[in-house]
């Protein structure tokens, strides 16, 4: 695939390009700080478990 | 900025703490599934630390880059917690209960509408996994990463994203010149120990 960065050998990795990546891009929905700082409060206030969530009940290694 | 008198000098291997209210944020910074998982249950011992650390995010107007990876991660760890809270140590055993269905869709959903919440916050880059397979071989190959670890890091680097935020010590096998760790202090250890030698 042309678009595809390509992997080098060394190990160094070849980032995506300018046009690849503003493709990719997802502007914020929020524009004002306060508007940020609710966005944020909404999605971190009120969501709970009661046990302990571990890497190993999400991602296998 | 020298040491302290009399203790030595701190090598930081490109590790840093979350904890840190001076930590810079450079722009773009990725996100790993555990530091998001963290910030969004007010359960989980480092909520309080990440969920502020998100907000200075957040203010700093960085643009986030995730794997997509993310929010799949983030969904079983919804259906994960459901089975857990229900079945204790026999969850994996469950997975196909029909019980299980309703509460797994309800925390899902909540999780998800969390995610979307915290995304609209700020300028999001999501990478494709199709977009970086060959680079996550040779983080594997090249490093030893884990093939979920490698795919959420080639994403970032391959972003051009200097550092990584997570709670995962495995980002840290990947020499720091390639990308910084962000991490809590209780694996700053544990990372420094994992860097390479010989790369900076």
Known sequence: MASMAKAQSNGKIKRLSSEELAELLVPAVCKTPAEKRAAIKRATTGLRANVRVTRDMYRPR | MSPPGGRRLVVTRGVFAIEDQELLLPDPIALDTSFVVEALLTTQPLHGVCSALFNRIGESDATVVTSDLLALELAESA??????????????????????????????????????????????????VRRIITEARVLMSDYGLASYDAAHAAGAIAAGAKAMITLDTGFALLPASLLTVYTDRSRLASCRKKRPRGQR
């Open chain 2, 79 to 128: 259906f994960a917690i459901t089975l857990k809270e229900r079945w204790g140590g026999r969850w994996r055993g469950h997975r196909t209960d029909g019980r299980s269905r309703r509460p797994v869709t309800q925390r899902l959903n909540h999780t998800v509408t969390r995610y979307e919440a915290l995304l609209s916050s700020v300028t999001h880059l999501p990478i494709p």
